[in-house]
């Protein structure tokens, strides 16, 4: 029979990523709402192995909606990793009358959570947000958008200063198995060639597209890189190999970093955060355990927590297509 | 049989949308890919009777990705309204060797499309473009995010300050027949209670909320606005009041108005605007007509003009209550 | 004899300015420095005849330096322009052990610190904040910078939307008796005009004006009026004016409110708050009283706190004519 | 005999600056204002060797005043720094009519223009713009504001980053030579410590700053290091160095680069740049030459261009002590 949810934990773990505060705000006022408590816990896993938790009401989450960052702050747990430290965790969920957890991160957050629950049977229902949007069952996570203006307004500074000085800048974004933010970040900065993980054309094309872009009267460009991007090259080795085969060019090279991690988030990662973590909350409610929340074709929707582990190709042919044609 | 495309003229037509600049390149650009004329139409309808038309190629649209308003600029046009204003438009078409046009815009600018295209039998394709969104047989209009997100921003500063003097603020956001703008932002931006044209609930309702609001220990409040809300009051008079009913506010209003049409678009309309610009120009060399491109589910599909001109009743009940819930 | 001082009080008052936090935060920090205590009083005058009074130390005001707005607070105060209202302060803040205030505002709370401070010879020390920059004795008040890069934005997004339309655009900006935010703002945003309250050069100036930008062949205009313009007329008045005086207008109005006043402070408006707080301290402790801090040629002074009631005329002609050689 | 001036020629050289498209701006309309001639000399000296002058009008300039960047565009030229090559220079500009010549850039691009005039007697009058405010004989350079707020803004959204994880972050800023960029972003960012290159007080004093934040209860540290710090390491290195020396911590490395040049310049930049394109046409016109204008105490001025080489030490010590107090 089903348990009645008087608590529900609420905790942010693994890479911090824009909307997480309102992901946190939405399923305290959701809690509120329902009339049921919510304890808020500090520092993920390794906090909730180590008792940091403090029950947090409506008012407790004023003003973070337009902040960046976590302020259950976030945390990589290796004790979380072993039975003890969930044993741990499990007899401070119970102290603090915890019924039920929700768990905001990527697929390492729902993996420790899916052990949890079937080792304590003890409900977890996780909210995927990271910057990558790499988290299969959800057309997008919590931050991805927010990240990508902020890639597009970085590139826009790059491109002032590379389109008075007739320069190519190689521009590393972050994307160490994904390339959606280099792909859209690329297109949607005026990108002249963009690399990324899933495509591996080799060098040879990104020269003969440099080739191309100079003859059509091109006096600037902009490469953006994935980290993850398979040309068997780091970024710096990228910019001298093009200097000692093309030369003539003025290569500069920028690798964008945490920067692409904060920030306010946007109105539609604050939106989709409060969808979704108010649709955290009314599937506890509602007895659902071993899931995840996510959004697909603009709804709400749940999907196993398995499903949210598993990774995802989301990578868009037609996407790469209209990066080509556009940066002609 | 079908006559082959040459060339393509491209105009923007309507109140300006941020994104519009990445349409109109993505137009030209795909134009440039497939070896076909691209000629770019000043003032809309306008600009196309008094034979305001220039033929870009690829470099024509270098660098005005990242910014808003229109390049081609737009106007309003009663002399297309007429059957000679549009006859002079499609002689000036014919002399400039255009073969189809595509018109970026709203409903206003489909239906001057739909007629033209039915009255000289001449291939219109139409793009959405504007901050509403409220065109029919897209998820998404080029603009809308952006709007979005300038709204969620000025709102947030606007917070700064009813925070530091425990203030109540009305804040009047675009939306005469839609409430998209005023909802998504409301809620990105936290605030307290939303007024929309899609519902009347009386200003009873904001009365017995606001009421609700101090009891739970809010000090400060902000109430978004549409322009077309049904409370039969404009944002002054609503100020009074409430003023007059409840007293003890110390009240401001805030008109964000034309700043919410304006400034560099974000990455999503960037991208929207790319992908359907490319599509455009696949759909007028497919041989499509008569046909409006939108993004549905994440994938560019084509509907029919008129499809594109009956407006739609976008209005979610599910964010409604994601809305009431999250500003409890 | 000079008392010695062993804890410091801290309070912002009247209208909020983009910065106060990063001021309150240096009072706080230079305290601690100095092994004094700091006593951070809420909603200023008000909340220090309430006793709204907390202690604060260094970690008290980590990650406020870039927010808006005063987290300390601020309100309007009848109460403390009678004797029996400072009398109360006075013996809170005997209570709580402070021997000095630092007030950070604008002239309405030197005015009331000046009662006091002779009322109750009690050291009072203001810094200057405002977004009007109308202080003297000071060459920038905190706020006003972040200001000017506010309505510059905004301006830029409506200069998108004028561009696209050809259209007039009259923009008021905050200014009730300086028009520094406008005559800056408007060399900023490229203004085609600029009315301001310190001068009144009549309405048939700006016809003409207008006439003139139409023969050089300009075909949007923005013109910025501050609050306090001299024409006579409010802005829709002036719209009207305009219309049917020249006629051929599309006009559009722009009140930007109360954005102006919040948004994350500038660069420039963290580090004078910085220095000016850390300037009240070292000021307070060296035994100085009825002072006001200033910044001047970029170093710190102290001033009478009359100095900063009286108000002063900035209005700098020469940047008058750069305004009007710019706007050809 | 002083010849009159018929027009003027105007050129951007060295690295890019935002403000310098709103200086260009300035002189092409001081010279429309003036009814003198204007011609725009494309990418700096190199383009002058080369012919590359087209005539600007006040027109030409409209709408560029928002953007980072210079639409003149810039260059090295190592011929310039031959006599050859600056006779060619002289040569296009005797036969464009050009009667005496606005440099704006930095100290590279005034050493050149000495040169010049010495050389051949022709009028040269130079703007300062850099972001890195380390001319002499004018108080700020054009793009160091605009710079500073880049700044500010990207350690913003490293800060939340770094609170969410507890972790200690090193951010490199530019400066070879100055401070000015470290000291005042790190001030207003809030940084723990600020590595400059006009102090060398040896790593040891960082270590011992680290372990005092950490007793006081900080949980998360910025260290901001200029480029030219005199640790004697890299940023790397530093970060290797404090993880050995120390340990514990989860340290971060993040080097902003290129993006602190773009962007679209601040209300101040942009005002600068007004007052002193206006500022150096006045004084071409007043037959000065071999200057530079400058801005001191708020007003312009004009200094030798000699003084504008030779550099100046603007450290500020005072500025120091502040960020020493306020990151305690």
Redesign the interface.
Known sequence: MQKEIKKIGVL?SGG?A?G?NAAI??VV??C??HGVGCAGIF?GYQGLIENDIEDLD??SV??I??????FL???RSNEFKTPEGRKKAYDNLKAAGVDALIVIGGDGTFTGGLLFEKEHDFPVVGIPATIDNDISGT?FTIGY?TA???????I??????A????RL?LVEVMGRDAGAIAL??G????AEEILIPEEDEGIDRLISSLKKSEK???TSSIIVVAEGDKSGKNIFELAEFIDSTLGGYDI????????Q????P???D??LA??L??GAVDAVLDGKRNIMIGIH????ITVSLETGIKGEDKF?R??R??A?????
Not at 156 to 161: E, M, Q, S, V
Not at 163 to 166: E, G, I
Not at 324 to 328: K, L, M, Q, V, Y
């Open positions: 942010t911090d824009p997480m705000r939405a006022r959701s509120a709402y520092r409506a008012r004023r003003n909606i337009s902040r960046g960052g976590t702050k976030s945390a057309d958008d990508l203006n902020t890639v597009v307004e970085a826009d500074k790059i491109r002032d200063t389109s008075s000085h007739n800048f859209n970040s297109i949607g900065a005026g059509s009267g091109k500069r090279v920028s690798v964008l970093g945490h920067i991690r904060g920030g306010s946007s109105c539609f604050r939106v409060s969808k973590g108010v074709h603009q709804k709400v868009d037609d996407l297509r209209v080509d044609i556009t940066s002609i």
